[in-house]
């Protein structure tokens, strides 16, 4: 147990069948004007950018949109945003779309902020006010990067080739719209990556450094929706009660990791992100199993008590060896995932060049996440989880 803790989440969370059809009623409460909606061409075609238009119509509120988000957030996109919402006279962002998104409608908050800074001079940890004036309401299209409920966003600076991170309590949004109707479009591969990044997001959270009681209920409550409906999602896309589980989970996986952090995993999956180009959920999904098995040679702190949010009281009980069953269970999940989602399972089905493990233990030793591991990893320690991976 640790001596001190904080945990901070002061967005309100809506989550339903039809729960967006209050972000009218909440928008009156909040005194809200002509919202800006922050998408893109993709989720304007699969039509949650219309849902949300149509409510808004409905409820006799003006708006202007801007859908022109590319599939990585950007300065530049950022700052044409900010530009757009002036121009426009808005008085609160609606992000509706996945990390580039929801990103992106933070980076605008931050510049409608500070509109004498440079980002850049605002980029790291607690530069930033901790209450924002600008209304930010958040409608996830995917559940996975659970950044309706985090204090990060990551913009890239394409001048300089960086990414520049943003850390504050003032970057959570004020609202959270979890509406199933929102990912039910998603294809099979992509519920499972992203799935896998949330379970993972959930998995550190509870077994890193900074874990406290609230982070590991979230963690656990998180965890259990996964493994409960990941795979009635994938096997019935149209399923509303799964789509809506896997939104909960992801939003209690990114509270849960913005106040507990992520390890080794996600240090390593950003290092692999950045040399292979692998999307984040797919490298997550390949990097648990070797980590937790590296974690598992050094400790077996907290991996066997996984086992019971992964499973049921039954199964927790019946088992001996609830270490080896954990890791058991998330090889069988995964090996599932693979032949129904073509999910892949090893770094050589999605990286092309072996010799470039050595490049990414040295970015993963460097990458701020290591420092959260729940066990000591040097670059000789990544590379043999990295050779496992392989
Ligand atoms: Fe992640």
Redesign the pocket.
Known sequence: MREYFEFYLPTKILAGFSALDNLGFELNILNIKKPLIVSDHVIEKVGVSGIVKNVLEHNGICFSEFLDVPLESSLETVEEIAEFFNKEKCDCLIAVGGGSVIDSAKGVRILLEYPNKKMIELSGADNLNTKFTTPLVVVPTTS???SEATLVAVIKDTQNHVKLPFLSYGMLPDLAILDPRSTISLSAKMTAATAM??L??AIEAYIGTQKNPVSDSFAASAINLISKNVLLAIENPKDNVSRLNLAIASMLAGAA?SNSM?GI??AI?HSVGAVCEVP??VS?SILLLPCLEYYKSVSNNYLGELLLYLTDTEYFASTKDKTNANLDFIRNLLNTLNQKAQLPLHLKDVCKDKSELGKIAELSINDGAITFSPFFADKKIVLEILEKAW
Do not use: C, L, R
Request: glycine letters at 26%.
């Open positions: 996975g990067t659970g990044d949330a993972v997001h990791f992520v995993v996600h999956g984040h959920g997550m």
